[in-house]
């Protein structure tokens, strides 16, 4: 088989995994409906449930989070009935077109790119609206690398007496997330991103409320069936089609180390606190400007602007050619920025090395230009 050329990965995941991760997956196969297998399901969902402080329901899929995304809708909004999108980047607008693909009527509260969603718009926005279902919530925008403040935007949405579904995706495992707390009724992540295991692998916890309603919609589909999924996950400690077994160890394996090595979530989540930190004061020495406004930047990834007369795309091509794979610019934003991911396993000297080169490329490209 052809060997592929390695790169230090900044990117928007796919990310790199932790060692830990990549000899975890070495286990042999067995089988998801094995007595090995309900340990792995029980001792993991036991894990995620600490993880992100929730008593009630949390279940694994075979998919990206985007699975979980189109579930949320066909199970707990009624057909032709509206929804509130929340958007700040390009997958807000991916919700959006998940919401209008599934029979449902999207009600758009956009902002400006590298803006957030402020708790006042929201406000506003369900005053206007009160016949919306649901609100959905990015939790952190890829494309834009802004952190919307969910906990503030969750109780606004409580207040006025709607379901609350969360795109946790780039955010789970980077940023905070209190489950119960702060009142959410459906959050999805990926394994392929702050936690540093592959993709293949959605993460998913559920209010008791979600369940409810669930029994009410019709054609919830079969894959993201909600209730057949919990019919598996309380009956057989399983899920309904086959799991995908190295990603679910390798997450098991991730949580422990968090614990074990990061003393839990707390110094897990100061660690990419400090990192994002690192990489934003390096992106500011280099004289180059962030997307995102100040107070509200993602613990998981920065989209920089790049420099007047040069594209997004040639950094990015240009880092490519000195060993580094970044993240091009998303959506609109494609042609005038290119994005730095800290998820994943990268080392102090990696950023370092990073940014070393980075600075190389900019000068050269400004040459050019």
């Known amino acids: 088989m052809k060997a592929f050329k390695q790169f230090k990965l900044f990117t928007a995941g796919p990310v790199a995994c932790f060692p830990e991760v990549l000899e975890a997956m070495k286990t042999q196969m067995f089988s998801h409906r094995s007595p090995e297998y309900k340990e792995l399901h029980e001792e993991l969902t036991k894990r995620m449930m600490k993880f992100i402080e929730t008593r009630q329901t949390v279940m694994f899929f075979p998919s990206s989070g985007t699975g979980i995304m189109e579930a949320s809708i066909r199970n ?7 929804v ?5 980047g390009a997958f807000g607008m991916r919700y959006a077109e998940v919401v209008e693909s599934n029979g449902r009527v999207p009600v758009k509260l956009e902002v400006r790119l590298g803006d957030p969603i402020t708790p006042e718009l929201l406000d506003e926005a369900l005053r206007k609206n009160p016949d919306v279902e649901a609100v959905t919530i990015t939790h952190n925008e890829t494309s834009t690398g802004v952190l919307n ?18 795109d946790a995706v780039s955010a789970l495992g980077a940023a905070d997330l209190k489950f119960d707390e702060w009142q959410i009724d459906i959050m999805f992540s990926s394994s392929q991103k702050a936690f540093g295991v592959p993709p293949g692998l959605a993460i998913g916890a559920f209010s ?10 019709p054609d919830r589909g079969w894959y993201f069936d909600l209730l057949l999924y919990k019919e598996y996950h309380e009956k057989k400690k399983g899920t309904p089609s086959t799991p995908p077994i190295p990603q679910m160890i390798a997450l098991n394996v991730m949580l422990e180390k968090i614990d074990k090595d990061y003393g839990g979530k707390k110094g897990w989540l100061e660690m990419y606190e400090k990192r994002a930190k690192t990489i934003r004061e390096g992106v500011k020495r280099l004289g180059l400007e962030l997307v995102a406004r100040k107070g509200y930047e993602s613990p998981s990834i920065t989209a920089v602007r790049a420099p007047e007369g040069i594209k ?6 240009a880092m490519r050619e000195r060993g580094f794979e970044l993240a091009q610019g998303y ?32 000068e050269e490209l400004k040459r050019r230009s």
């Open 76 to 82: 707990c909004v009624t057909p032709r009935g509206k």
């Open 84 to 88: 509130l999108v929340t958007i700040i």
């Open 149 to 166: 403040p969910l906990k503030e935007l969750a109780k606004v949405a409580k207040e006025h007496e709607k379901l609350v579904f969360v």
């Open 208 to 217: 008791d409320e979600v369940f409810e309603i669930a029994r009410k919609i």
């Open 312 to 317: 997004g795309p040639d950094v990015y091509y």
């Open 331 to 362: 959506g609109p934003l494609k042609e005038t920025t290119f994005r730095i991911g800290h998820m994943g396993y990268i080392t102090d000297e990696d950023i370092k090395e990073m940014f070393e080169n980075l600075e190389k490329v900019i």
